[in-house]
């Protein structure tokens, strides 16, 4: 079965330290992918998504995401993160459901924890 | 615009009892989706909509109907509400032409606990 997969539950950093999460899918085809973020009590907001063309993708905040096609891979990253990045960080990818259509599946998510 | 609404914003129940969740987009969206999210479960699709008067089942569907009997509504229905149920809920919606086709739009959620 096609799925997303993010490999750190829990990633705890200082203030200035770079992020990079991880984000798998295993699918072959032609993909849109997401990255979403949920603050503490909020809903999910988008950071950034790739649909076609440069595979590095600069978002809102300082993220970006690069495409990797042959690892089948979207990771995100920033330079430095700032106690404010404290939050849930899902990676999704549209996937097809079956009759023509697609799905938006989600990774399980990322907790990530910002120490100042 | 007020994008994506969801009513109510929490709710309590006892096992039995049943209730309807309202969504609402003011966006003129087409496709509509109703997402469950536990810990560590990330997001599972649990309905979704592809337009008015249509519905189909996602990733978790069982114990909930839907209906979309107006473009802008999507209602989630519970007819006998179970512990497993507890959980907070988000709605989501896109369009599916235009720059931001196929991004999905999220409303604010409804955390809802059974008893």
């Known amino acids: 079965a096609q799925s997303v997969s993010q490999h750190n539950h829990h990633v705890i950093l200082s203030e200035a330290a770079s992020l990079e999460l991880g984000c798998n899918y295993s699918y072959g085809g032609t993909v849109n992918l997401f990255w979403y973020v949920q603050y503490p009590g909020q809903h999910l907001q988008l950071l950034l998504k790739?649909?076609?063309?440069?595979?590095l993708v600069k978002g809102i905040k300082g993220f970006e995401a690069e495409f990797i096609k042959s690892k089948f891979s979207f990771n995100l990253r920033k330079p430095s993160v700032q106690w404010s990045d404290t939050a849930e960080y899902f990676c999704?990818?549209?996937?097809?459901?079956?009759?023509?259509?697609?799905?938006?599946?989600f990774g399980k998510g990322t907790k990530l924890s910002v120490i100042p | 615009n007020a994008g994506v609404t969801q009513t109510p914003k929490f709710r309590v129940l006892k096992t039995g009892q049943s209730m309807t969740l309202l969504c609402a987009q003011d966006?003129?969206?087409?496709?509509m989706y109703w997402y469950r999210q536990d810990p560590g479960m990330g997001l599972r699709l649990i309905h979704y909509?592809?337009?008015?008067?249509?519905?189909a089942k996602g990733e978790v569907p069982d114990g909930y109907n839907v209906s979309r009997l107006k473009k802008q509504n999507f209602l989630l229905g519970l007819e006998s509400a179970a512990p497993s149920q507890t959980s907070v809920y988000f709605c989501?919606?896109?369009?599916?032409?235009?720059?931001?086709?196929?991004?999905?739009?999220f409303g604010p959620g409804t955390r809802l606990t059974v008893l």
């Open positions: 999704a990818v549209n996937l097809p459901s079956g009759a023509g259509s697609y799905q938006l599946t």
């Open positions: 909509s592809v337009g008015e008067g249509t519905t």
């Open positions: 989501a919606s896109n369009p599916t032409s235009g720059r931001w086709r196929n991004e999905q739009f």
């Open positions: 966006m003129n969206h087409e496709y």
């Open positions: 790739y649909f076609s063309g440069d595979p």
